[in-house]
């Protein structure tokens, strides 16, 4: 899938600022965002551009732009981006980019040589399997910069990075981005990671929202105004520079919100709203009621239950399977990317968010979905409530039962968030 254009300007402004004299860019597609970067660093120092593409097509594709571009220094590989490795005594500073939005859904094995991961999971995410490579090939002082999904901010299974990159101060920004992809209307982010030479107790991240500052394109998607683009590098220019700005959030903050780096989390926190209805919100919908004799006929799909929500994740593996529901079930119990799924009945209470590409399931009577309106709130925001503490605090004043907790779909409409 091609980067938006306004995008590629995006990340082209920002890498611009600190110019650096080489770009590395991963799953690198027809090239056409490291060329708009190499387009906005100008004439001013030779630049070199490296990509890294497993098709064929376009592998050979991107060198015939490059070359028709005027790049006079580029090389692209036909490999796979996660055995990447760049010239060992080079000392170019490098900036790394990476357009990662529809990998998240796949898992890749742990590296058993990781001292980090190595006995506490066995898998990763592919887009966190791509951000951990990058990382531990880069030098001190260079930066980079991955088009991520939102679940890729805040989900359990990466946790361990995420901490391990804000405690020691290398994360840097994280902008919320509004629907771009004219093939989907997922919101996506843009992560900027920056490798320092000695790490701080204490450091600041950048958490901007652009999802008021769009242009309108006529087909669902939105692009990015030259305008908002601008006025995000000099909020960059002044938070590198030290100054207070709008959004920097510091690392101890972020520590205690649970290493999440969801934007809306810390913005919505430092502005000044009032509370809402959840109902204002979102739908809520408790899942299909099946007759106690009822039987299931075995099939390719998934009944999901109080069981199969472990650890703020779905197992799958332990769900009913079942045959594809009627028109009704496809409508109203079918979950879907971004999908808050809650407990309606049971001994505990616990609270997961659907990440990209889910297989068809559906949830039972013992669930509820919360499918929040984009245009109204972030998904992520009513997850990370109904997670916290305070969350899980305002859950339990509406439960009616003891040893069976249940959670009614009008109590939770009239829950205030």
Known sequence: MVTPPSLRRLIASLAALLPPTSICELCSGTALLGLDLWQTLG????????GIEMDNYLCALSKILLFLSGVDHFSVENKDALSFSLNEHSSCPTVYIADLPMVGSCTLPVDKNDPLLSGKQTSLYSDWAFIRTVWKRMRPGERAFFVVTNGALVRRNEFLLRQELILHGQVEAVIALPPLYPGHLLPMNVLILKKERETTASSRILFADLHHSPDRTGDRSAGLNQDCI????KTFRAFRQGEPVSGAIQSEAVEAAGFSLSPPLYLAASSEQQS??????????????????????????????????????????????IGHGTATWEQKYRIREDDIILTSKGASLKVVIVPPSPPVAYISGNLTIIRVDPRRCHPYVIYEYLASAAGQSALSLIQTGTTIRVLGVEALKKLTV
């Not at 001013?44 to 490296?50: E, L, P, T």
């Not at 601008?230 to 590098?233: A, F, G, P, V």
């Open 276 to 321: 809402v209805r959840l109902g204002d919100l979102a739908s809520v919908t408790r899942g299909v009621q099946l007759a106690k004799n009822q039987p299931i006929t075995p099939g390719p799909c998934y009944l999901l239950n109080v069981r199969d929500i472990q650890d703020g994740q779905i197992h799958y593996e332990t769900a009913d399977r």
């Open 43 to 50: 004439n001013r120092i030779c630049v070199s551009y490296h």
């Open 230 to 233: 601008e006025n995000l590098c």
